[in-house]
């Protein structure tokens, strides 16, 4: 027999090899996500058992929490780990927002999907700010917890389990930043905290929410308006790209709050302040001239719904982020209404609607 008879004889056997041979990743491959983990109290541990609510926040590494998952969460994605931070939800600035964002974008670039842990104080802002800026369409998924890490009966596990399993599932390609919590999914626009303690906490008050995880089931019954330009790459991205902005010539935008009898005050330091916007979360007739001194100056002022409800679900803190936004690339207050139209309040063009891509 020659040797190149021997060899052709030998190539199933030598493939078989092989494969045998191979890590289990390569024969059967899963999603890579990645966790861009930055605190809260998911990460947080309590002083007993059963301290619901006694803990500090932000305690353990985003490695140590991904091992607890082991090894179940391996046959969902193949997980990597970026810890930003490791603090409440309330620490975090602007600026921090701005690194946050370029933190996600650099995780895409070699992920499928990424999802990020914060802490539930604010969580409605990180969603809505990387909603408005991160530029890929892949899925970016936040969770936290309302119990922390360490006591019985705690949601972390569970929330950070399934945040990665929908994130690994793609289904939200397309959809900008959604929120995981409590086996729910919540558009970041929309979504926001109703409770303090209960872990059915974020709703989605006037649309509801987008669909549930269910065990590995991914369960999607509706998506943001932002889906249907899925195909249009330019088009789906929002005018926000940091990388045509320094972090240093952020605007600074502020809310000031409504209610009987409110003096003009705080508009007035603001505007003295420097601030570039001020939303109004509700009117006061004491508000008219210190208003209209500011927008002699230049100030932008958006008027808004006070708390949570607001007009079209944009409640004044997500309102102040598009603000603020919107003043970081342009000063023409006619186009500031345009993308508050836009990305403020989207809707659906069911006149012509476009076809998408997403699964």
């Given at each position: 027999m020659t040797r190149l008879h021997w060899a052709i004889r030998m190539l199933p056997?030598?493939?078989?090899?092989?494969?045998?041979?191979?890590?289990?990743?390569?024969q059967e491959q899963v999603p890579r996500v990645t966790i861009v983990a930055t605190g809260g109290t998911i990460a947080g541990t309590s002083e007993t058992r059963t301290s619901f609510q006694s803990y500090r926040a932000g305690q353990l590494p985003i490695e140590e929490m991904l091992a607890d998952l082991q090894p179940e969460i391996g046959e969902v994605a193949d997980v990597s780990t970026v810890q930003f931070d490791n603090r409440g939800s309330g620490g975090y600035e602007v600026a921090d927002y701005y690194d946050l964002t370029f933190a996600v974008e650099?995780?895409?670039?070699?992920?499928?999907?990424v999802v990020v842990t914060v802490g539930t104080t604010t969580m409605e802002e990180f969603a809505y700010w990387l909603?408005?800026?991160?530029?890929?369409?892949?899925?970016?998924?936040?969770?936290?917890?309302m119990r922390p890490w360490t006591v019985i009966g705690t949601d972390a596990h569970a929330n950070l389990f399934n945040a990665i399993t929908l994130a690994a599932s793609g289904r939200t390609t397309c959809f900008g930043t959604v929120i995981l919590m409590n086996d729910e999914i919540h558009a970041a626009k929309e979504a926001w905290k109703s409770d303090d303690y209960r872990m059915n906490t974020f709703i989605s008050r006037l649309q509801g929410t987008l669909g549930y995880v269910d065990e590995r089931d991914v369960r999607v019954f509706r998506a943001p308006p932002r889906?249907?330009?899925?195909?249009?790459?330019?088009?789906?991205?929002?005018?926000?790209?940091?990388?045509?902005?320094?972090?240093e010539e952020l605007p600074r935008a502020e809310i000031v709050v409504g209610y009987q009898g409110a003096g003009p005050e705080a508009i007035t330091a603001f505007h003295e302040a420097g601030v570039e916007g001020i939303v109004l979360a509700g009117g006061s007739p004491y508000f008219r001239e210190a208003r209209e001194a500011a927008e002699a100056d230049g100030v932008i002022f958006r008027t808004q719904s006070r708390f949570r409800s607001g007009r079209d679900n944009l409640m004044p803190q997500k309102t102040r982020l598009l603000l603020l936004l919107s003043l970081a690339f342009t000063d023409d207050p006619d186009q500031v209404d345009e993308w508050f139209a836009l990305y403020g309040a989207p809707e659906f063009d069911l006149a012509d609607p476009p076809l998408t891509s997403n699964p």
């Open positions: 056997a030598l493939a078989l090899i092989l494969f045998l041979a191979a890590p289990a990743n390569a650099e995780a895409l670039e070699t992920a499928d999907a909603d408005l800026t991160v530029q890929s369409p892949k899925p970016v998924v936040l969770t936290g917890a889906i249907q330009r899925c195909d249009d790459p330019a088009q789906w991205r929002t005018p926000f790209d940091l990388s045509r902005v320094a972090k």
